[in-house]
């Protein structure tokens, strides 16, 4: 399932928004008036390319200024395997709400994770959000350097849990890291040694 009428592009790489890879493509749409291949070979005109991996369209529109945004951008955190399907949508959706920039979202969605896991590995159903952190902390799925950043996140839930705080990018992607190297090493890293 092809797009009609593609012309050849200037090859153009990038880390595709839609499947992840990074990928280089040649092909895609460009407006009229312009030459999509010049021999500057300059990125100075928005075009679409079509990713060869997925086949998705991603636009680099450029501004007056002459930056050039990636839409939609790289997806943010990097793929975990052997997940089951739920926590992969799921953490399928707390990184594109890091991607578009709704970052309180991300915050509350990592939230829902983190007691996901908890009651996972035996946390009782109920109890706050710090109680499960903490419950994850004493079952030993946080590394001995990760405790730094769970006081951090604890400390954060605090403010938040009943009043609208909105989160930064830094909570969100600090959030994240945290869930993607907790998804590893509760789902990843086992699978791969059942695979041996
Ligand atoms: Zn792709």
Redesign the pocket.
């Known amino acids: 399932m092809g797009w009609a009428d593609t012309s050849d592009l200037i090859p153009r790489g990038w880390t595709?928004?839609?499947?992840?890879?990074r990928?280089g493509g040649t092909s895609g749409y460009y407006r009229n008036s312009f030459d999509p291949y010049p021999m500057s070979g300059a990125f100075d005109e928005s075009m679409i390319y079509i990713?060869?991996?997925?086949?998705?369209p991603?636009a680099f529109l450029v501004s007056d200024n002459g930056a050039v945004e990636q839409v939609p951008g790289p997806m943010e955190g990097s793929s975990v395997r052997g997940l089951p399907e739920t926590v992969s949508a799921l953490y399928d959706e707390i990184r594109k709400c890091v991607q578009v920039g709704s970052y309180t979202a991300a915050v509350l969605a990592s939230r829902k994770m983190l007691m996901h896991l908890a009651v996972g590995s035996g946390a009782k159903p109920g109890m706050t959000f710090s109680q499960y952190v903490s419950y994850l902390d004493e079952a030993h799925y946080i590394p001995p350097n990760g405790r730094e950043w769970v006081d951090e996140i604890r400390k954060r839930s605090n403010e938040q849990n009943h009043e609208i705080v909105l989160a930064t990018r830094e909570d969100a992607a600090q959030l994240l890291d945290f869930i993607e190297m907790l998804l590893r090493f509760a789902y990843e890293f086992p699978a791969r040694v059942r695979r041996k």
């Open positions: 595709c928004g839609y499947c992840g890879n990928v990713c060869p991996h997925c086949e998705k991603t």
